[in-house]
């Protein structure tokens, strides 16, 4: 089966405390493509990340950073000193069958 | 730059009325995705469309059709609506498929709010 795990449901943090997003992924390909996406309040898709199975190296993009271990099979996203703004939910994704599959997404508030 | 056009933005239908919402994908991307997101749920798959042909089929209704048209936007047709039927509902596009080698992202619109009544 072709799924994505994100175990948390809800997260809550204090302004500048570091949050870590879990995601889990099952696949039978050996090349595929994991993606995360923000969902604020006011509903739209934002692309975050884009990472193929042939990568392993982390990544940091400002406040972001992504952790992907092939070997657990997971794909972990941080945020650093979190603000009142990231505050949305995270959905992580596999691309399979020429389509994306989302997780069930984790809802991080941030509390000032 | 450019993002993907979802209009409506707020739809408001009595059920069993018809609603077309439409999709203008971001210039030069021939693939275009639309997904339903029901209240607290994820985005689930409905259809897609490669150069203007229907690439794949999720869980759409039999009651929902789509298109993609020669300039590559697409419209997403939905007749004898029904209450569950209340969802946000997305367009996304990208550059041929984004994986299987082509390594392409996919973008998404800000989503069309359907409220059936």
């Known amino acids: 089966a072709q799924k994505v795990t994100q175990a948390q449901t809800e997260i809550s943090v204090v302004e500048k405390e570091d949050v870590t997003l879990d995601c889990v992924y099952e696949?039978?390909?050996?090349?595929?493509?994991l993606f995360w996406y923000k969902q604020p309040p006011s509903g739209e898709l934002v692309f975050l990340i884009r990472?193929?199975?042939?990568?392993?190296q982390n990544e940091i993009s400002g406040r972001y950073s992504w952790n992907f271990q092939k070997s657990t099979s997971s794909f972990n996203f941080t945020i650093t000193a979190s603000q009142v703004v990231d505050s949305a939910v995270y959905f992580c994704?596999?691309?399979?069958?020429?389509?994306?599959?989302f997780g069930a997404g984790t809802t991080v508030t941030v509390r000032a | 730059a450019a993002g993907v056009i979802q209009s409506p933005r707020h739809l408001i239908k009595e059920k069993r009325e018809t609603a077309t919402l439409k999709c203008y994908p971001i210039?030069?991307?021939?693939?275009v995705y639309w997904y339903q997101q029901g209240p607290g749920q994820d985005p689930q798959f409905l259809i897609s469309f490669y150069e203007k042909m229907q690439s794949d089929k999720g869980s759409i209704p039999d009651r929902f059709s789509a298109q993609q048209f020669s300039d590559y936007h697409s419209e997403l047709n939905m007749s004898s609506l029904e209450l569950g039927d209340s969802a946000l509902y997305f367009c996304?596009?990208?550059?041929?498929?984004?994986?299987?080698?082509?390594?392409?992202?996919?973008?998404f619109g800000e989503g069309s709010w359907l409220t059936v009544v």
């Open positions: 210039p030069r991307h021939d693939t």
């Open positions: 996304a596009s990208s550059l041929g498929f984004g994986g299987r080698g082509s390594g392409n992202t996919i973008y």
């Open positions: 696949t039978r390909d050996t090349t595929y493509y």
């Open positions: 990472r193929n199975s042939f990568d392993e």
């Open positions: 994704a596999l691309w399979y069958d020429y389509k994306l599959s």
